[in-house]
């Protein structure tokens, strides 16, 4: 963060699709925030960025932001962000997942911040490459949390699907629509459906 003087850096694993699998490593507790709001919601500019392969410069989350991800806009602004860039983290076709720069100001990164931020995804890929799985999930400071936590978030989305007779998809779209509702995080949500705190099969939820 200090080289590229931002508010906050944040990565997230992708999957094959784009879909986020959760925080690897965050800047601070806003950044973690931010990042969860990209796993609920399911949009944002790391996923953008993954999916397509190619950077997302984003710096007007109040016009052109809005427009392209309502929900995930909307939420960074209420935490005091006005512009997100992504950077892929990918191997070829192969996703990994996505760098996000965050930055209070609404206004675009200088060319040389940019390239900063290509060679920190650089960075990123060569140490998702080098270290095995394992070390990531063991990991700390923020490091593989995001990876227990998927974990729990798909175990109640199978519970979810038998009970439902849904595809996985729909049963997600469950999570997210009642994660967003309450304005809680889906390892929240997953971690009381396992538990039978809630119940997420009531077509009124």
């Given at each position: 963060?200090?080289?590229?003087?931002v508010a906050g850096v944040g990565v997230s694993l992708m999957d094959r699709?784009?879909?986020?699998?959760?925080?690897?490593?965050?800047?601070?507790?806003?950044?973690?925030?931010?990042?969860?709001?990209?796993?609920?919601?399911?949009?944002?500019?790391?996923?953008?960025?993954?999916?397509?392969?190619?950077?997302?410069?984003?710096?007007?989350?109040?016009?052109?932001?809005?427009?392209?991800?309502?929900?995930?806009?909307?939420?960074?602004?209420?935490?005091?962000?006005?512009?997100?860039?992504?950077?892929?983290?990918?191997?070829?076709?192969?996703?990994?997942?996505?760098?996000?720069v965050y930055r209070h100001e609404g206004r675009p990164l200088d060319h040389e911040v940019?390239?900063?931020?290509?060679?920190?995804?650089?960075?990123?890929?060569?140490?998702?490459?080098?270290?095995?799985?394992?070390?990531?999930?063991?990991?700390?400071?923020?490091?593989?949390?995001?990876?227990?936590?998927?974990?729990?978030?798909?175990?109640?989305?199978?519970?979810?699907?038998?009970?439902?007779?849904?595809?996985?998809?729909?049963?997600?779209?469950?999570?997210?629509?009642?994660?967003?509702?309450?304005?809680?995080?889906?390892?929240?949500?997953?971690?009381?459906?396992?538990?039978?705190?809630?119940?997420?099969?009531?077509?009124?939820?």
């Amino acid at each position: 963060m200090r080289i590229l003087a931002v508010a906050g850096v944040g990565v997230s694993l992708m999957d094959r699709a784009a879909r986020p699998l959760g925080t690897i490593a965050e800047s601070s507790p806003l950044v973690r925030r931010l990042e969860e709001v990209q796993f609920t919601l399911g949009e944002g500019p790391g996923v953008e960025a993954s999916s397509a392969r190619s950077p997302v410069l984003e710096d007007d989350l109040t016009g052109s932001g809005a427009r392209r991800w309502p929900a995930y806009a909307a939420a960074a602004q209420e935490l005091g962000v006005n512009a997100v860039f992504a950077f892929p983290i990918h191997v070829g076709a192969a996703r990994l997942g996505a760098m996000v720069v965050y930055r209070h100001e609404g206004r675009p990164l200088d060319h040389e911040v940019v390239l900063d931020a290509l060679g920190l995804a650089r960075i990123c890929l060569n140490t998702m490459l080098s270290v095995p799985a394992a070390s990531l999930v063991g990991a700390t400071d923020g490091l593989g949390d995001g990876l227990g936590l998927s974990s729990e978030v798909y175990q109640a989305q199978g519970v979810l699907t038998v009970q439902l007779g849904v595809p996985l998809s729909e049963a997600m779209l469950r999570f997210r629509a009642r994660a967003y509702a309450t304005e809680r995080s889906l390892e929240e949500i997953a971690a009381d459906v396992l538990a039978g705190r809630i119940d997420l099969t009531r077509d009124d939820l």
